[in-house]
């Protein structure tokens, strides 16, 4: 194992037992150097990639701080109540910004979760989840006009899809099968979730159905940032 690598667990260690607290100061880099005699550059490299792994943050001229990751959000991936409900039943400051919408071409695998012919128009609206001023999720609903005659003209308004289910008279609900997998974002992920490519992505597929009738309101896939949720299952 590298010098840095070494330096790195240790110090991810030490964040974890509790040496180092949320928003307290680091060593400097000449510090560390000087105590586990290595040279100023490799603890450079160790603390840039425990900044892209969300363990800390740096302070311009003023050094490296540990990250606060014990405000972690408790994400249940199941249940009848949407993201924004979860988010202020548990006291975030939360807000959802409606990034996206459009009329999507065909897609075998969306219409097909819909349950809709390749002839229904079918509109992909994407919602931008951000708790404390940090992006922390990107909700992509995709909702046939069949079912919702004016998507097409409510969608851009849509920031709780729930909300929307229920102003049409759509009351109770339950969820399909799911489908969780895990992967590193790209550079528009990157950009729109502000993270870095080394922390993973949490991506949850699944539909939505009416309780009553069973008719699918919608497919969705979620991306969370890894390092802003644990998940209970």
């Known amino acids: 194992m590298s010098e840095k690598m070494m330096l790195v667990d240790e110090l991810i260690t030490q964040i974890k037992e509790g040496k180092y607290k949320p928003n307290e100061k680091l060593p400097s880099e000449n510090e560390l150097a000087d105590q586990y005699r290595i040279p100023r550059i490799v603890v450079r490299k160790a603390y840039e990639q425990l900044q892209d792994l969300g363990f800390i943050f740096s302070k311009q001229g003023r050094g490296s701080y540990v990250q606060n990751r014990k405000q972690q959000i408790p994400l249940i991936l199941t249940g009848d109540i949407s993201f924004s409900e979860k988010m202020n039943e548990l006291g975030f400051d939360f807000r959802s910004e409606n990034i996206c919408c459009e009329k999507i071409q065909f897609d075998s695998e969306v219409f097909h979760a819909l349950k809709v012919n390749p002839q229904d128009e079918v509109y992909k609206i994407s919602r931008l989840r951000i708790v404390d001023g940090c992006p922390i999720a990107l909700h992509t609903s995709y909702a046939a006009k069949s079912v919702f005659p004016q998507i097409d003209r409510d969608g851009p308004g849509i920031k709780s899809i729930f909300y929307y289910y229920r102003s049409h008279g759509y009351k ?62």
């Open 172 to 233: 109770e609900f339950t969820s399909g099968q799911s489908q969780l997998s895990v992967f590193f974002p790209i550079e528009p992920e990157r950009k729109i979730l502000q993270c870095s490519s080394l922390i993973p992505l949490l991506l949850l597929e699944s539909h939505c159905m009416d309780k009553e009738t069973g008719t699918v309101l919608e497919f969705s896939r979620i991306k969370y940032r890894s390092d802003c949720f644990t998940y209970l299952i």
